[in-house]
């Protein structure tokens, strides 16, 4: 590496960030190859920050939240999906690869230098936060996650969401004996309504009993999990949302039968 490079490196905000003396020629090397990159690529990188450290991606569900976000066009989504994920691990931003039984890659992981560096590219836009624990989210926030990996017994409603009038992209990866409080979900499902924006929204292992109907006021979502819910039947108005691609119900073990107007949601591909 050049000497002016090395100054341009030091000058960005990334090396501010916790080190030893053995990630620092690392650190330069992954800013290097961020700049390098083609915007259409930095976004889809940038977005990986909503996710929390050590995360292990699953590249169809990776590719499907592009797709909602839409960064990846309106024709032949899922291959450009998988061309820009490539790219992405050609130039070392993913890492540990599984491949299915076909040389598919299934899933893979970012190292933490790379994850620190999409925080620091992605913190304008994107934010991981533990459920109860929500004290500031900026206005600018488009996509934010929930996450924990203990046992609480209760979530409350994050006030603080309701600044976020730009929100796209909400997700909640909770682990432990979570539970809803009474018609909770519902009410978070209105104060949702405020962002005209919400294209992702994954509820998934919540312990959801119910869906609401005033989930059709979700007009322009396009990726909903419901996955490993109670759930025992899906509101006729879920058919309302016309633009939704992508309905997530695995594990779902108690649903009895799909809505009768599922034909309605002509944007839905998986």
Request: proline share 3%.
């Amino acid at each position: 590496m050049e000497e002016g490079e090395w100054l341009s490196v030091q000058q960005v905000e990334f090396w501010n960030l916790p080190e030893d003396s053995s990630s620092r020629r690392m650190k330069g090397i992954l800013k290097l190859s961020y700049d390098h990159l083609p915007s259409y690529l930095k976004r889809c990188f940038a977005y990986c920050s909503v996710f929390s450290k050590g995360y292990e991606f699953d590249i169809k569900m990776l590719i499907q939240l592009w797709m909602a976000e839409g960064f990846l066009g309106s024709k032949q989504m899922e291959d450009i999906g998988n061309e820009y994920f490539n790219s992405l691990l050609s130039n070392s931003f993913f890492q540990d690869v599984e491949r299915d039984d076909y040389g598919d890659i299934k899933r893979c992981k970012m190292h933490d230098l790379v994850h620190d560096l999409a925080q620091v590219v992605g913190k304008l836009e994107y934010s991981t936060m533990k459920p109860n624990n929500v004290e500031y989210i900026s206005d600018e926030v488009r996509g934010l996650s929930l996450s924990s990996d203990y046992e609480e017994t209760l979530i409350e409603i994050p006030q603080a969401w309701e600044k976020a009038k730009k929100l796209r992209t909400t997700l909640m990866f909770l682990q432990g004996s979570w539970k809803w409080q009474s018609n909770q979900f519902a009410s978070i499902i209105d104060m949702l309504m405020n962002f005209q924006s919400l294209r992702v929204l994954d509820v998934s292992s919540c312990g959801l009993k119910e869906v609401p109907p005033s989930i059709r006021k979700l007009k322009h979502l396009r990726y909903l999990d419901l996955s490993n819910n109670s759930f025992e039947v899906l509101p006729e108005s879920i058919t309302s949302l016309y633009n939704l691609q992508t309905l997530k119900l695995k594990g779902c073990y108690r649903l009895r039968e799909l809505p009768k107007e599922m034909g309605k949601m002509v944007s839905l591909r998986h």
